[in-house]
């Protein structure tokens, strides 16, 4: 029997005396047909340290995390630390460190932090003293409070032992970065961590600081960033190093900042059975969201599904933070599922990121959530969105623009809202910037938003050469090319080149549907039909009167229905209505669809 709410289980058993509930445990073990939960109701039967019950439940523990069951063998793991006699000496220990590791698998922080108070209440050595304070930091992720107090406590233990100092400047630096936001002196950090593991030969150390290292130099846009991840490369792997943090997987990021989907994939398949193996779950999840990534930019839509759903459900099913998934949740949705349900996601992410004080998911988030709004028609609600989130990098001083794309989403928003001068100088600055980083996966989507200014100015025939050569440079990334090539018809049309257009929107709607990215078929199949339909874009529209004709121009320019009331002098419920009115007259169904169907405002 299991409760939906784990409190109420929880509060029934507390309330009864401790001779009530292992009466009732010992009855459960009689009844349970479950091996391993048998084995946890006799030990929770015993009473007090019993050697006998710490060996079932470390026996039980290591059954449950075989099958996957995280949760349990945590439980199970703690039990027996906590059965184990102190006087058992290093078995004592080996145990309650064991526990906090399959706490920290899980993400169960408290009883991570009452299984590390077992091992520094205790005679340990130095280094698994230095070990339950790591491990602890780990599990802690972006929970960790008074991280100061506890991170001088480890460097403290570990005076003098330059391999465990390292360790912990990892540890720190991985703060600074995320929760601090200052990549600069995280960087600095984990170069400390290097020399120091270096000087004794600490292989392991060495490697997880050169990963490190080499992941904020390319933030920071050093370009000694490639030789740092091949220094670490180089390096024997050490199987204690936890997968998402392997030099591995970073060089499988990098593929992906590169455009390189299929290499990153044939790294990141034997990582994600190594994790799985391991009983990881957030590094489970991290491989499952690189991998999901990694199909959706090689336009295997419902691959990419397949692996956010299963990063999705593992992250619903822990304690771990919800910022990560939900980004990646977020992009895959929006690009093959729904986009009411990706931005959802990505709402859910930027909430959850601002709680635990996460800059970096925060960005990421933020940058999804703008990127919805964009492609959903809302210019004016993606803009402030996307200005948080430039302000956001800037403050990290993230220096690669192949890192997190905004640039180009800021760039088109700006042209949809009429801003052509900050959109030109935002796209000159980024091209520059990556130019001299040799970022060139960057340049092409870039050349999408100038062509899209190209066109707002008048110059067509400009625009049309910069979208025909970006969607040819594209070829290998279907969505993006599916992507420019409905701006190419968007800018045909507008230069009254209707056949071409017709055949762009036709190559768009193709690519969208082959590839099962359903809400960018949608689109291009309505872009199609408005093109097949009539001769004129006025001609669209000859059953709207005056008044609908200007609130729909107003809402597809991205106007809110206040916005819109205060233009045209009415109420909210009054443009509310007229709005229904042009979606049934037009047999439309959302702004999204109202942004493509009617020429914007001053358009």
């Known amino acids: 029997m299991r409760f939906t709410a784990s409190a109420i289980g929880t509060e029934l058993a507390t309330r009864l005396p401790g001779n009530a509930r292992r009466r009732l445990h010992a009855r459960l073990a009689e009844a349970s047909h479950d091996s391993v939960r048998r084995d946890r109701h006799t030990v929770l039967a015993a009473d007090g340290a019993d050697p006998r019950s710490a060996h079932r439940a470390a026996r039980a523990a290591v059954r449950a995390r075989q099958r996957g069951d995280h949760a349990l063998a945590a439980e199970l793991s703690f039990l027996a630390a906590q059965r184990t006699p102190h006087d058992h000496g290093e078995l004592f220990t080996e145990r309650a460190l064991t526990a906090v590791r399959d706490a920290a698998h899980y993400g169960d922080l408290p009883r991570g932090r009452a299984a590390a108070r077992l091992v520094l209440g205790h005679d340990a ?44 400047l990892i540890r720190q630096s991985i703060w600074a970065n995320v929760n601090e936001g200052d990549p600069r002196r995280a960087c600095a950090l984990a170069g400390q961590a290097t020399a120091l593991a270096e000087t004794v030969g600490d292989t392991t ?18 370009a000694d960033a490639e030789t740092t991840l091949g220094r670490a490369l180089s390096l024997p792997r050490a199987a204690c190093i936890p997968v998402n943090g392997t030099p591995q997987h970073l060089a499988a990021r990098h593929a992906l900042f590169d455009d390189h989907p299929d290499e990153a994939r044939t790294v990141l398949l034997p990582l994600l059975v190594e994790a799985e193996r391991a009983g990881d779950a957030e590094a489970t999840v991290d491989i499952l969201r690189s991998l999901a ?4 930019r090689a336009g295997r839509c419902a691959r990419a599904l397949h692996h956010a759903d299963r990063a999705q459900a593992l992250t619903d099913g822990t304690a771990l933070s919800a910022a990560p ?26 909430d959850t990121a601002r709680q635990e004080d996460n800059k970096v998911y925060l960005s990421r988030n933020l940058f999804a959530l703008g990127h919805l709004l964009l492609a959903t028609g809302r210019p004016k609600e993606a803009l402030e969105v996307l200005e948080e989130v430039r302000a956001l990098e800037e403050l990290q001083q993230v220096g690669d623009p192949s890192v997190l794309r905004w640039h180009p989403e800021l760039a088109e928003t700006f042209v949809a809202l009429g801003r052509l001068d900050q959109a030109q100088s935002l796209l000159d600055d980024t091209r520059r910037t990556a130019t001299a980083l040799g970022r060139n996966a960057v340049l092409p989507p870039l050349e999408r938003a100038q062509a899209l200014l190209d066109a ?6 400009t625009a049309a050469r910069r979208l025909t050569d970006a969607a040819d440079r594209l070829r290998h990334l279907p969505l993006e090319r599916g992507r420019t090539l409905l701006a190419l018809s968007h800018t045909e049309r507008r230069g009254r080149r209707r056949a071409s257009a017709r055949t762009a929107a036709q190559s768009a709607a193709d690519l969208f549907t082959v590839h099962q990215a359903h809400p960018w078929a949608e689109t291009a199949v309505h872009t199609l039909g408005r093109l097949e339909a009539t001769p004129t874009d006025h001609n669209a529209r000859p059953r709207l009167t005056p008044a609908e004709l200007r609130c729909a121009e107003l809402a597809a320019a991205g106007a809110s229905n206040r916005d819109i009331a205060t233009t045209l002098t009415v109420s909210v419920k009054t443009v509310e209505a007229t709005l229904t009115r042009v979606y049934r007259k037009l047999g439309l169904h959302s702004r999204f669809q109202l942004a493509h169907a009617i020429t914007p405002a001053g358009d």
């Open 325 to 350: 998934a939900c980004y990646t949740s977020a992009l895959v949705a929006g690009a093959a599922r729904r986009t009411d349900l990706a931005l959802a996601h990505a709402r859910r992410g930027v």
């Open 293 to 296: 990534e990694a199909e959706l």
């Open 125 to 168: 050595t130095p280094e698994q003293r230095v070990d339950a304070l790591i491990t602890l930091i780990d599990a802690s992720g972006r929970h960790l409070h008074g991280a100061d107090e506890l991170f001088a406590a480890a460097l403290h233990t570990a005076a003098g032992r330059p391999g465990l100092t390292g360790q912990i």
């Open 205 to 222: 150390t060495t490697v997880m600081a050169l990963t490190m290292q080499a992941r904020l130099q390319r933030v920071l846009g050093h």
């Open 456 to 461: 707002a100015r008048g110059h067509y025939d």
